[in-house]
């Protein structure tokens, strides 16, 4: 299944890859992909920390793409270095189950802010025109990234597993605070397809990524 190239905000920063001698970059912005999306799904995502797992649901969500930059750079064989720059911010209703040492503990809920924050982000590419549309193909991608949320269960989980430990040896809840402050994203895998729509590109922004194609061969 393709996925929306919105979602290439979910792939990892990854070490550039070594351009082709004499490539040349090349540097867009997409202005018509920025705005707000809403409902971008809602599978359950568990967040483990020693003897506490975090099993969250999101009944609702919005993420606001403000801003983005897109840099291509060929490196031969129909490959590219991408290099996504976008700033972003969001929100949404958290269902939270907690599992202590994988028994139930309880439902927390919370409206959880996404602040506004930027990433840069860098793939390894193919890109290919596809009638109308364009298809972008993932080569390398890493597993997950971070992004950073501000909610009140972080610090209610905490005091929930410093209440557990107290009974339970060698347990701890280290780190607990800052995975719910800083809770991983998955990304898209290796051979995941994402589709830039022709709709979602001015006409100056298909003719020069266009060209690009074809001088990059």
Same mark, same amino acid.
């Given at each position: 299944m393709r996925t929306p190239l919105v979602l290439l905000v979910a792939v990892a920063l990854l070490p550039p890859p070594v351009a082709a001698a004499g490539a040349e970059t090349t540097t867009f912005v997409l202005a018509r992909l920025n705005g707000t999306y809403t409902d971008l799904g809602g599978e359950p =995502?568990? &967040?483990? $920390?020693?003897?506490?797992?975090?099993?969250?649901?999101?009944?609702? $969500?919005?993420?606001? +793409?403000?801003? $983005? =930059? +897109?840099? +291509?750079?060929?490196?031969?064989?129909? =490959?590219?270095?991408a290099e996504f720059w976008v700033r972003f911010t969001g929100s949404a209703d958290v269902q939270a189950e907690i599992l202590m040492a994988g028994f139930s503990a309880g439902t927390l809920q919370d409206h959880v802010v996404v602040p506004d924050q930027e990433r840069t982000i860098q793939a390894l590419v193919k890109v290919k025109r596809q009638g109308e549309?364009?298809? &972008?193909?993932?080569?390398?991608?890493?597993?997950?990234?971070? &992004?950073?949320?501000?909610?009140?269960?972080?610090?209610? &989980?905490?005091?929930?597993?410093?209440?557990?430990? =107290? %009974?339970? %040896?060698?347990s701890s809840c280290d780190g607990l605070e800052a995975a719910l402050s800083n809770p991983k994203v998955p990304m898209p895998e290796p051979g995941k397809e994402l589709l830039l729509e022709g709709s979602q590109l001015t006409p100056e922004e298909r003719a020069r990524l266009d060209a690009y194609l074809a001088a990059s061969g």
């Open positions: =995502r568990d &967040i483990k $920390n020693g003897p506490v797992t975090v099993r969250s649901t999101s009944s609702s $969500n919005s993420f606001e +793409l403000i801003g $983005n =930059r +897109l840099e +291509l750079t060929p490196l031969g064989e129909q =490959r590219h270095e549309n364009y298809l &972008i193909t993932m080569i390398e991608s890493p597993k997950d990234f971070s &992004i950073t949320v501000q909610s009140r269960l972080a610090g209610q &989980i905490v005091g929930m597993c410093e209440t557990f430990t =107290r %009974f339970t %040896f060698g």
